[in-house]
């Protein structure tokens, strides 16, 4: 089946840091995946959707500038958390859906990222 | 935006016994879907539901869908330990750009 690798899984960094998060569909092409973040025993918020070749499209509330999407090729979508702080600790998931699937299919998650900023 | 309600939110029951947990959505939608969520993971899709359809299986899963009361039902039944996990409903709204909007889960608990 479709498989989404997610790296690093777990990252602790300092206050002030950039930490850069990657998402890779690893046997098909996903032309949009999406970045989630998810506090502990809460679901997923979904905060952009990153578009192959494009800009991304940020949900409402969600800092572009603080959380910088990249989407250069149709395996790898990256999320870089600049100069995070504590309250940007949290689990990030990405997912994908396979260029050209229909409408009906499914999403393929990465096994998400917990970040911890001290 | 998060859409949906899952209730309850969390689930104890023991090894054999059938668990249901339930779902509200607020918008029309194309589709309606289920994950499931270990515990520090990622989400394994479990089963999709088309607005059109009523009842879908899959195993021991069994999921309806009642469009006009915007509502839906997962059933795990014979539930394992190995069900342990959060599990939420997902929507696939008209007109969503393609993208899903996750209930609030259900923490499941099965107890050997």
């Known amino acids: 089946g479709a498989v989404v690798s997610q790296h690093p899984s777990r990252v602790i960094c300092k206050s002030g840091t950039s930490v850069k998060i990657e998402c890779r569909s690893l046997?098909?092409?996903?032309?949009?995946m999406f970045w989630y973040r998810q506090f502990p025993k809460q679901s997923l918020m979904l905060m952009a959707t990153?578009?192959?070749?494009?800009?991304?499209?940020?949900e409402q509330g969600v800092e572009k500038d603080k959380f910088l999407i990249n989407h250069a090729s149709l395996t790898l979508s990256t999320l870089t958390v600049t100069s995070a702080h504590p309250e940007d600790s949290s689990f990030y998931i990405c997912?994908?859906?396979?260029?050209?699937?229909?409408?009906?299919?499914?999403?393929?998650f990465g096994n998400g990222t917990r970040l911890t900023v001290t | 935006s998060q859409q949906g309600e899952e209730d309850p939110q969390a689930l104890s029951i023991q090894e054999g016994e059938n668990a249901t947990m339930n779902c509200s959505y607020k918008?029309?939608?194309?589709?309606l879907q289920w994950y499931r969520q270990n515990s520090g993971r990622g989400l394994v899709h479990l089963i999709l539901?088309?607005?059109?359809?009523r009842e879908k299986h899959s195993g021991r899963l069994r999921v309806t869908l009642d469009t006009s009361k915007k509502s839906s039902s997962l059933l795990i039944t014979a539930s394992r330990a190995a069900d342990t996990a959060s599990y939420f409903c997902?929507?696939?709204?008209?007109?969503?750009?393609?993208?899903?909007?996750f209930g609030s889960g259900t923490q499941l608990t099965v107890l050997p």
């Open positions: 997912s994908a859906r396979e260029q050209g699937g229909l409408v009906l299919s499914p999403l393929h």
């Open positions: 997902a929507t696939d709204a008209l007109g969503s750009a393609r993208q899903l909007t």
């Open positions: 539901i088309r607005s059109n359809e």
């Open positions: 990153s578009n192959e070749g494009s800009k991304a499209t940020y």
């Open positions: 918008t029309s939608i194309n589709n």
């Open positions: 046997d098909f092409q996903a032309t949009t």
